[in-house]
């Protein structure tokens, strides 16, 4: 069965820091883009970085840059998510989700998704 | 950046029924590019339709795509108890970004 597992999540304090872990199975992990999209309580989903299937490309969203570092072990087939400086609007779930077509990278849907972890930024 | 901006932001209808969702980009979609996503309360989200009016896999083809450049459109044909849902339409033909959402709450 195609599944990802995030994990990682929990209550952290304002300037904090913070890695969420996605976990691949049931598919060639190394032959897809992956991606972070987070989603606050009550709120619409929004995109937050990707990478490319060898790590080789990577993206962010504005909001993020300069403070998360997107990255991959495909010999673990995990993803990660290093979240740094987080502040209050940071606090979401956060959801992995794997780009549809082989080998591309933001040419594609995202077709299977974590359930997600929850972040929590509060003093 | 492309703005994607869902209309209306509720709807209310019965099962039966037909809804038809809008999402509106504030620059033309590449290559349509142009996804729409479900989620359930406390589900992650589902991928409906990818390229703007191609099924994914296991999707009844109640659910069906269409549109270019600036105007999509998501139609369920006739609405089942587990389509009520929220809706998100998603562009990855620039960058990568979401809808705000449509409710599709039982009348």
């Known amino acids: 069965e195609v599944q990802l597992l995030e994990s990682g999540g929990g209550l952290v304090q304002p300037g904090g820091s913070l890695r969420l872990s996605c976990a691949a199975s049931g598919f060639t992990f190394s032959q897809y883009a992956m991606h972070w999209v987070r989603q606050a309580p009550g709120k619409g989903l929004q995109y937050v970085s990707g990478i490319s299937s060898n790590g080789g490309s990577t993206h962010y969203a504005n909001s993020v840059k300069g403070r998360f570092t997107i990255s991959r072990d495909n010999s673990k087939t995990t993803l990660y998510l290093q979240m740094g400086s987080l502040r209050a609007d940071d606090m979401a779930f956060y959801y992995c989700?794997?780009?549809?077509?082989?080998?591309?990278?933001?040419?594609?849907?995202?077709?299977?998704w974590g359930q997600g972890t929850m972040v929590t930024v509060s003093s | 950046e492309i703005v994607l901006t869902q209309s209306p932001g509720t709807l209310c209808l019965s099962p039966g029924e037909r809804a038809t969702l809008s999402c509106r980009a504030s620059q033309s979609v590449p290559s349509s590019y142009l996804a729409w996503y479900q989620q359930s309360p406390g589900q992650a989200p589902r991928l409906l339709i990818y390229g703007a009016s191609s099924r994914a896999t296991g999707i009844p083809d109640r659910f069906s795509g269409s549109g270019s450049g600036t105007e999509f459109t998501l139609t369920i044909s006739r609405l089942e108890p587990e389509d009520f849902a929220v809706y998100y339409c998603?562009?990855?033909?620039?960058?990568?970004?979401f809808g705000g959402g449509t409710k599709v709450e039982i009348k």
């Open positions: 998603q562009q990855y033909g620039s960058s990568l970004t």
């Open positions: 989700a794997r780009e549809g077509l082989t080998y591309s990278f933001g040419a594609d849907a995202f077709d299977i």
